[in-house]
């Protein structure tokens, strides 16, 4: 093996090592993505798994007559009533006229 060969097989590895490399970075990319995700989910899923514990604590005849009134409760703190949504977080408390509607109609 001449050196010109020599030199363009390790310029040929090199650039497959970079190339590895921008892969691996992208996969470091995605598993931040999904830890992020996971992290907010866990979250989410505390809050309501503390919630369910309150409702159960005060499950009784009297709680389940006042359902609009839990459903406040529950829009209140932070999670959609609304058929196409229930139990969804509501990105940054914001109103959901579908919601808003079942809570408020006469």
Known sequence: MNKKELFDA???FSQ???ITLAEVEA????LKL?????TALRLENDKLRE???EVEKTS?????RNGRENLQRIYNDGFHVCTDSYGQRRENDEECIFC????FRE
């Open 10 to 12: 390790l310029d040929g």
């Open 16 to 18: 497959e090592l970079l």
């Open 27 to 30: 996969i470091k990319k995605n």
């Open 34 to 38: 999904i830890v992020e995700e996971n």
């Open 51 to 53: 919630r369910l514990g």
């Open 60 to 64: 009784s005849p009297k709680f389940h």
């Open 100 to 103: 808003d509607e079942l809570l």
